[in-house]
């Protein structure tokens, strides 16, 4: 094991306030596509032009496609060795704030409790006229899904570019970060802001910052740690 595995394992093992960020990198083993990167696009869209306000007002059924494709993939999907090093994690350290990008769900599936979903969750449409919240299990909800009690149409309920993340989600997310003792961000290419910022304000505030990831990012310069390799494989041997 290397000796920076080893390090972070024993920090880990004496904090008390540990903040976590995950991003689509966590999710690659249970066989979700990430964002970017080689098996990123999606039929020669990229993610990022569906995941926008303007591509669903143009578009509903195509966007509606997307999200009913990826419901489908992660309804067939189970957390995987890294999501649940995280569970054990904050079993053992109950102040550990998780706060994921990530919509599928699996951190809580895992067994966190503590979990910010920054980015919202794909299992929750929005209705774009009475803005009714619901949790819709079923994977394929159709090309042009309609609100019960206003007749609008429902959106996923996610938070797309351009889009505001949830001020309060936000609030919680920056103050774990302004206290925690160690942060680990774990498979995410810190490009996406205001997520992407959080681990500058943990380091800025005295925490020890760790980066696991399969590539080096934006932030690795900043980072105390920097280990490359995935996380279904490291996270356990830091949380054994
Ligand atoms: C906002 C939900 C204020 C939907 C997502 C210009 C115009 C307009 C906006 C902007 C702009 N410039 C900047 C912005 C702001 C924009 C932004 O940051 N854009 C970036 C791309 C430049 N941000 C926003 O718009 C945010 N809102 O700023 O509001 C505002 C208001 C009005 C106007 C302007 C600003 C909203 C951002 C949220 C967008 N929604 N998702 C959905 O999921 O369907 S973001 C999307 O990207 C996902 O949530 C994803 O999680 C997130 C980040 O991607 P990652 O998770 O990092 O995934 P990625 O594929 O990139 O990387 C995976 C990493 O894992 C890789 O590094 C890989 O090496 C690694 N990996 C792979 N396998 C493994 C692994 N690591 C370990 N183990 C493995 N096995
Ligand atoms: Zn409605």
Known sequence: MNESILALREELAQAQRICVMTGAGISAESGIPTFRGSSGLWRNHNPAELATREAFTRNPALVWEFYNWRRTLIAAARPNP?????????????????????????????????????????????????GRVQEQRTPDLGSNPRCEKCGAALRPNV????????EELLGKAFAAASTCEIMLTIGTSA??????????TA???????????????PNSLFMDYVILGKAGEILPQLVP
Do not use: Y
């Open 191 to 200: 490009v996406v802001q205001p997520a992407a910022s959080l681990a500058g």
């Open 82 to 130: 890294g999501h649940e090093a995280l569970a054990r994690l904050e079993a053992r350290t109950p102040q550990t704030t998780l706060m994921t990008q990530n919509v599928d769900g699996l951190h809580r599936l895992a067994g966190n409790t503590s979990v910010l979903q920054l980015h919202g969750n794909i299992w929750e449409t929005r209705c774009t006229g009475c």
């Open 203 to 217: 380091k800025r505030a005295g925490a020890v910052v760790a980066e696991i990831n399969l590539e080096r990012t």
């Open 159 to 166: 938070v797309w570019f351009g889009e505001s993340l949830n």
